[in-house]
Every structure is written in C-alpha cells, then in structure tokens.
C-alpha cells in the first residue's frame, strides 16, 4: 500500500514541476545583448502544438545586419545538420538546438567570436510538418531577435536583484512543497492506523 503511494511522488513532482521531466518544451526567449569577441546563443525556441503528435522541422536563419534593409540567409538545418550559407559567419556558426532527431523544437544557433557587425535583427524560420496517422499538417513559426553588440558585459542592478529574488523565491517554495508533502503524507499514514470498526463518533473527535 504505502509502496504504491509512494509512487505517486514522482509523478506529483512531474506535474508541479513540469521543467524537471524531460521533454517538456517551454519557449524562452532570446538574450539580446551580445559581447564583443565572446560567443552568443541566440535561442529560438519553437514548441508543437500537440506535443504527442510526430513531426519533423526544418529550421532557417536570417540577418539583417543594422543599417541594412533587407534580410540576408545565414543558416539552415535540415535531416540533423546545419549549413552556414552566408560568409560573413564562415566557421563563426554552431548548432545549439535540439540534437539527434528531425523533431526540432529548440533552434537555436551559438556565434562564436561576436564582432560588432553582428549587430542587427535576426529571424528565425520553422518549417514544420504533423505526421498524423491519416494525413500530415504544415505549419511554420517565425520568430524576431534583435541583438546588440556591447564592449563588455553590462548588467543593471535591477537585473542582479530580480535574479536573486528569483532564486530566494524558488528555494522557499520547494520548501513549503516538501512541508506540504510530509504533512500530507503524515495525516494519511495516521488516518490509516486507525481501524475501520472503530471509526466512529468517538474517534471523530479530536484528540486532547
Ligand atoms: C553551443 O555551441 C557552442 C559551440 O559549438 C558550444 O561551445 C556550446 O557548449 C553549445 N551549447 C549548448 C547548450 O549546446
Ligand atoms: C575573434 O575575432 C577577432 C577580430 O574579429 C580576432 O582578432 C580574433 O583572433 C578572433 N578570435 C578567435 C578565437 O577566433
Ligand atoms: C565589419 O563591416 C565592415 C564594413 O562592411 C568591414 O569593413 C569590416 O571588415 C567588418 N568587420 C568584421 C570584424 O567583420
């Protein structure tokens, strides 16, 4: 009996927590802040709809450097392998999405060696087909990056501060969960202990 409520654990941890399971796709946006001579990952993140259906993707990259109008091809990645098809990036592109499957979700590319001309606005371009068992589905994202290239690192106060409330806040949390599960956990196992005849009008009553 106990056993098998313990069981239970894991999955109610699964399904408060749903980051710690694997496979579970949350779209995070993009840093936009780049620095000079340091690697960036611009991150594009392009959840299923139906995470259950199969599917394959393609994922395209474009720029548009600042001071330009028009967006030039940079990247592609299709049947697990990148092509950097614009000479401005030669060997400065690296994939950082999803790897081993044709089911990309996470597309996201890594600069290696930023230079100030990386300054500008990139798209990102899904193209995606649902394998359902009687037909297939097409659908495509876009997304928008604007990157800025600083000198070096700034962070505002701000940034630091809301980072470290965000931590406080998390560990308070889980500690309040770990609370609630002991408790929870110590109401039922003493409910059990009790015999059922002598569930009565008696014992109904709270214990002095
Ligand atoms: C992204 O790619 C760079 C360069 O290949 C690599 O150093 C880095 O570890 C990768 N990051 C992830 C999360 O894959
Ligand atoms: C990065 O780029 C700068 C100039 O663009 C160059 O001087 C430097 O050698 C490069 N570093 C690496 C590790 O490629
Ligand atoms: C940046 O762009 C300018 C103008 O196109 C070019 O002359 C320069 O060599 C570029 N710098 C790097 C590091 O690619």
Redesign the pocket.
């Known amino acids: 009996m106990s056993a098998l409520r313990l069981l239970w654990v894991p999955v109610l941890l699964c399904l408060t927590h749903a980051w710690l399971c694997h496979g579970v796709c949350v779209e995070v946006d993009s840093d936009t802040e780049a620095v000079m001579g340091k690697g960036f990952k611009l991150a594009c993140i392009s959840c299923k709809m139906r995470g259950e259906v199969p599917a394959f993707a393609t994922v395209d990259w474009w720029f548009m450097a600042k001071g330009e109008s028009e967006f030039v091809h940079i990247y592609s990645y299709a049947n697990m392998s990148g092509y950097i098809v614009d000479d ?1 990036f030669d060997d400065r592109l690296a994939w950082n999405g999803s790897k081993k499957t044709n089911d990309v979700q996470d597309g996201s590319i890594f600069i290696l060696n930023v ?3 990386d300054t500008g606005t990139y798209r990102c371009f899904f193209d995606r087909t649902l394998v359902f068992p009687k037909y297939k589905y097409r659908t495509d994202a876009t997304k928008f990056i604007n990157i800025n290239v600083v000198g070096k690192a700034t962070r505002g106060m701000a940034s630091i501060f809301s980072e470290i409330i965000m931590y406080v806040s998390l560990i308070v949390l889980q500690l309040w969960l770990l609370v609630e599960m002991v408790y929870c956990y110590r109401t039922i196992a003493a409910a059990e202990k009790i015999p059922r005849a002598s569930v009565s009008k008696k014992s109904l009553k709270p214990k002095a």
Do not use: A, E, M, Q
């Open positions: 401005r230079t100030f001309n």
